[in-house]
């Protein structure tokens, strides 16, 4: 006698499952294929990254996107999340031919004098590995390296020096 009703549960699980997950992602998949039909070139969209673009070629697989002036990227139809409209976008796009200005930026815009480079009006630091010549409050066991045998030497004294001591 429970047989009958096991079945009858069994199938209306079934078509449960089927409502409550089949059947929506068959009409997302749906919905997907008509925005993406839907496009032509000249149209903004958002990829599934976040990066927008505007279509600027369609293949069978493929959509090649602008994204700057200049720089095109091709990128499969599933990466296509949405058509952008106009109001969702924060940013206006520049004209190519138009030169944007950082302002007035009190770093980035002097002038350097003839002869000059731009690291020349950069304080001298001591390279990489050397200590600077006023540092000698550190502890040596603090820079020196267990693997090197040539890093235990004195502070003051050079590579070169320490190394004529060890031979």
Known sequence: MNGPYLIIAFVALIALF?????RP???????QREMHNAIEPGTRVMLTS???GTVTAIGDKQFVLELAPGVDITVLKQAIVRVVQPDDEEFEFAD??????????????????PGASSTDSV??????????PSDTSH????????????????PGTDNKSADAEQK
Do not use: C, W
């Open 18 to 22: 089927y409502f409550m997950t089949i």
């Open 96 to 113: 190519p031919g138009v030169e944007i200005s950082r302002g007035d930026d009190e770093q980035g815009d002097h002038e350097l004098e």
């Open 50 to 52: 976040g990066i927008y």
């Open 139 to 154: 502890d040596d066991a603090s820079t020196a390296d267990p693997g090197n045998p040539s890093s235990d030497h004195e």
């Open 25 to 31: 992602q068959r009409k997302q998949a749906e919905k």
């Open 123 to 132: 304080t001298d630091a001591p390279a990489a590995g050397q200590a600077a």
